[in-house]
């Protein structure tokens, strides 16, 4: 089983958040790397402690009970004919629906 990080050596100090936010280019104040580090210290313990719950046999999942598809089978149907779905438009054209025309003469 390979060794897990102690807490110190997960520890991330607030000159490598400074760091980081710098190769991100987000610009910190000293309070904000002063709060931040002691959050993502916290972030970082409860990832080490999620490792430590699965063993070797427990396979990475992504839910907790198996999924399956609900959709039903792609069956090919008739579709409408261009006069049954042209039959409830108040104008058509062409075999097309014929609408307002919104803009000018310009395009």
């Given at each position: 089983?390979?060794?897990?990080?102690?807490?110190?050596?997960?520890?991330?100090?607030?000159?490598?958040?400074?760091?980081?936010?710098?190769?991100?280019?987000?610009?910190?104040?000293?309070?904000?790397?002063?709060?931040?580090?002691?959050?993502?210290?916290?972030?970082?313990?409860?990832?080490?402690?999620?490792?430590?719950?699965?063993?070797?046999?427990?396979?990475?999942?992504?839910?907790?009970?198996?999924?399956s598809n609900v959709f039903r089978d792609d069956?090919?149907?008739?579709?409408?004919?261009?006069?049954?779905?042209?039959?409830?438009?108040?104008?058509?054209?062409?075999?097309?629906?014929?609408?307002?025309?919104?803009?000018?003469?310009?395009?």
């Amino acid at each position: 089983m390979p060794e897990r990080p102690t807490e110190s050596a997960a520890a991330i100090s607030r000159d490598e958040v400074a760091h980081l936010a710098d190769l991100a280019r987000i610009d910190l104040s000293d309070a904000e790397l002063d709060h931040l580090a002691p959050q993502l210290n916290v972030i970082l313990e409860s990832v080490a402690s999620i490792q430590g719950v699965a063993g070797e046999d427990v396979p990475p999942t992504s839910h907790a009970l198996p999924l399956s598809n609900v959709f039903r089978d792609d069956v090919v149907t008739p579709g409408l004919t261009a006069e049954q779905a042209l039959s409830g438009a108040p104008e058509s054209e062409q075999q097309r629906f014929s609408v307002p025309r919104i803009l000018g003469d310009e395009q």
